[in-house]
């Protein structure tokens, strides 16, 4: 089946520190890779994907790279700031389906 | 443009009581989705509609969950009668078409039951 493991939290960072946040997966075919954010009382929200091997998908300094040889979406921001502080889910959707398969989520602190 | 909408945001009840979370979903949207998230077992999946019609209700935990979409813009998903391991936060998420990438999620319902 489809399943997503990321790296366990909690994560705790000092401002303008380096964020890398750990996910791989096992799924049949080519799944569409993405990661979700989720700051405190909110819902999630999409923060960047990749639908092919080789995608780079990135948004607000976030990046994540779809390596099919590695099944891996690792992400990564180079300078974190306190508001970047929530739960990261990596996530997966087989090709042609509905169903997100979610990690388990990353908590990460950002201290000033 | 309003996102999706869902009420109430926290509810507090007994067990044994029904409760009722509602979903209002982004406009124009024709998917929905009604997701559970426990520390235990994270993200589940419990009930997608397609067009107002459910397509996948595996995640549905048991009888006492149900869920209707009887319009394109309204949804509810009822437990009766509710339990304390139905303590948890409850998402709804949209999005168009059939097969699609991004979900929109609303802010959650937070169920206790005591």
């Known amino acids: 089946g489809n399943s997503v493991t990321q790296m366990e939290g909690p994560v705790t960072l000092s401002e303008e520190a380096f964020l890398t946040i750990n996910c791989t997966y096992t799924a049949t075919g080519y799944p569409s890779l993405f990661w979700y954010v989720q700051y405190p009382g909110e819902g999630l929200q999409l923060l960047l994907k990749?639908?092919?091997?080789?995608d780079k998908g990135s948004n607000k300094g976030f990046e994540a790279t779809y390596r099919k040889e590695t099944t891996s979406f690792h992400l990564e921001k180079g300078s974190v700031q306190v508001s970047d502080s929530a739960v990261y889910f990596c996530a997966l959707s087989p090709f042609n389906d509905y169903k997100l398969s979610f990690g388990a989520g990353t908590t990460v602190t950002v201290r000033a | 443009d309003a996102g999706v909408i869902q009420s109430p945001r926290h509810e507090v009840t007994e067990m044994g009581q029904e409760v009722t979370l509602r979903c209002k979903p982004i406009?124009?949207?024709?998917?929905l989705f009604w997701y559970r998230q426990t520390m235990m077992r994270g993200l589940e999946l419990l009930i997608y509609f397609n067009n107002n019609v459910p397509i996948d209700d595996s995640g549905m935990p048991e009888d006492r969950f149900s869920a209707k979409m009887p319009n394109a813009s309204f949804s509810t998903l009822k437990i009766q009668p509710s339990e304390p391991r139905d303590s948890a936060v409850y998402f709804c998420?949209?999005?168009?078409?059939?097969?699609?990438?991004?979900?929109?999620f609303g802010p959650g319902t937070r169920l206790t039951v005591t």
């Open positions: 998420a949209s999005t168009r078409g059939r097969t699609t990438y991004e979900q929109y």
């Open positions: 406009s124009g949207h024709n998917s």
């Open positions: 990749a639908t092919k091997a080789d």
